[in-house]
């Protein structure tokens, strides 16, 4: 009756492993139906402002900020990047400002029935995008796309964004902005969302962020599920003493 139980919990252990490999490499997968939320259809909105630099202070560095336009973007999140400034190009450019970069959608891209065949990552700076359908990179509108510095030393507002994650609905509110260091770290900020290449990101200071319709994939569901059960099984097998009879 031992080895029968040990049996069995070897086989526990090794679906849920097998699931958990599976769902975490699925997890980020965008769904082929989204219930979209109807602010996701409007363009962003940016209006010219005159406000003087203003300093603030992150981890004792010192950055200033030059607003250039009050801007609101409503977006589905399709890639991110959280950047940890003491390792990578952060760390030597000494820009602990920069909370993270998130790649959003909005529009028709959201409804496009071949999404889900497109592929979106983010690396230090920039968001990239492929597709293996020719169709459905064809029908995707690259002005419907940005990438975006967060910016904030404010530390609520900072927690807040690191809540969003992949296939989330989004509202950032904030300004559209150039920032310095001392350190002589400069950074701009696109104003249009045609342009392509370097400099072709939005820097955005943060003043609000919302998640308007969150999102919970049935992969990450299985991910969280299989996780559990391999860590409880592992448990039970290394702590419960076996009998065979032979």
Not at 38 to 47: F, G, H, K, N, R
Not at 102 to 112: A, F, K, L, R
Not at 172 to 182: H, N
Request: with cysteine; net charge negative; glycine share 6%.
């Amino acid at each position: 009756m031992g080895y029968n139980l040990l049996m069995k919990l070897k086989n526990v252990i090794q679906m849920s492993f097998a699931v958990l490999l599976v769902s975490f490499w699925y997890r980020d997968e965008l769904p082929k139906d989204i219930n979209v939320h109807p602010d996701i259809m409007q363009e962003p909105s940016q209006t010219l402002i005159k406000r003087s630099e203003f300093s603030v202070n992150v981890d004792g560095n010192n950055y200033f900020i030059q607003p250039k336009y009050d801007y609101e973007l409503y977006g589905l999140v399709v890639s991110y990047r959280h950047h940890n400034s003491d390792t990578g190009a952060h760390s030597r450019w000494g820009d602990h400002l920069n909370v993270a970069d998130y790649c959003v959608i909005w529009s028709e891209n959201v409804y496009g029935p071949l999404l889900a065949e497109i592929e979106f990552w983010n690396q230090e700076w920039t968001c990239y995008t492929k597709s293996d359908n020719r169709e459905a990179f064809l029908r995707f509108d690259g002005s419907k796309l940005s990438n975006n510095h967060l910016i904030t030393e404010n530390n609520s507002i900072r927690d807040a964004i690191k809540e969003i994650g992949i296939g989330d609905q989004i509202r950032i509110k904030g300004w559209l902005s150039s920032y310095r260091s001392t350190d002589n770290l400069i950074r701009g900020t696109s104003t249009v969302r045609t342009d392509i290449g370097n400099g072709a990101c939005e820097t955005i200071y943060v003043n609000e962020v919302e998640i308007l319709s969150d999102y919970t994939s049935p992969w990450r569901t299985a991910m969280y599920f299989s996780l559990v059960i391999f860590l409880l099984s592992l448990i039970y097998h290394f702590r419960r003493p076996y009998k065979t009879s032979h």
